[in-house]
């Protein structure tokens, strides 16, 4: 097996946090951030937590390369959902098993070591230097009066983290879960999918609450905080927009 990151070759994917490379049969997420085991044990442990849900890779343990942590996993060989939903065919029973796995992720009560979602959020709303600082102050004050939960949220849900089209489907990348309320956890996903179209963004968030009874209000009253915390991500793209929601906007 490889001992160096020259060694692992190109990734297969790569991302803001880490990158995926093949490492025999099964897959090597290796965090971009040196000497810190951190990441990379905390999805492991995750990871581990889901095996008996069926709703995550299998987790095969956590390896240092070159000063960097990486979590060996399983490789699933299944399509990425985004690839699909734009078959308006496909789309009706799509939205219905994206529903459902974010559903079944929420049903889990998050292990206690498990990082507290408004406490992430607040480090990162901290972070966010576009807004000004009286805005930081009141957001961090709203944040303080959100409900906490102790639900299992994933942090970075959409359909291009969903491999698979009916009940085999996983969901992967789950760097970012956290114990939290799940309304928190489907304003960001709406968030995420509104960057790219709104329609099913909105379509995915108002299908959630009808079948989980979430009130759409209990979702729409964590944007600016969700919004403000992406900020932190650093995403030029989106920089104007999320400055705009974080003061009060709206995703219509």
């Not at 009560?109 to 600082?133: C, D, F, W, Y």
Request: contains cysteine; negative net charge; charged residues 20%.
């Amino acid at each position: 097996m490889a001992q160096t990151l020259r060694d692992l070759g190109r990734p297969l994917a790569s991302g803001n946090e880490a990158d995926v490379f093949a490492y025999g049969d099964i897959l090597l997420k290796v965090t971009k951030r040196s000497n810190d085991s951190g990441p990379a044990t905390h999805e492991a442990r995750i990871l581990a937590a889901l095996a008996p849900l069926g709703l995550a890779p299998r987790v095969d343990g956590v390896i240092e390369v070159d000063g960097h942590w990486g979590v060996l996993m399983e490789r699933i060989h299944l399509p990425v959902m985004a690839s699909a939903l734009s078959d308006p065919n496909l789309f009706p029973e799509l939205l219905e098993l994206m529903v459902s796995l974010h559903g079944r992720i929420h049903a889990v009560t998050a292990p206690p070591e498990v990082p507290a979602l408004k406490q992430r959020m607040a480090t990162r709303i901290g972070r966010a230097e576009r807004i000004s600082p009286d805005l930081r102050s009141a957001l961090l004050t709203q944040l303080t009066g959100m409900p906490d939960g102790d639900r299992l949220c994933h942090g970075d849900f959409h359909p291009f983290n969903i491999l698979g089209l009916d009940q085999h489907a996983r969901v992967i990348d789950w760097l970012d879960a956290t114990r939290g309320d799940p309304a928190a956890d489907v304003c960001r996903t709406e968030l995420l999918i509104s960057t790219y179209d709104a329609g099913m963004a909105q379509s995915y968030a108002e299908s959630y609450c009808l079948a989980t009874g979430v009130e759409r209000r209990a979702v729409e009253a964590w944007l600016p905080l969700v919004a403000a915390a992406r900020l932190a991500e650093n995403v030029p793209d989106e920089f104007d927009r999320l400055v705009q929601l974080a003061q009060g906007g709206t995703l219509g």
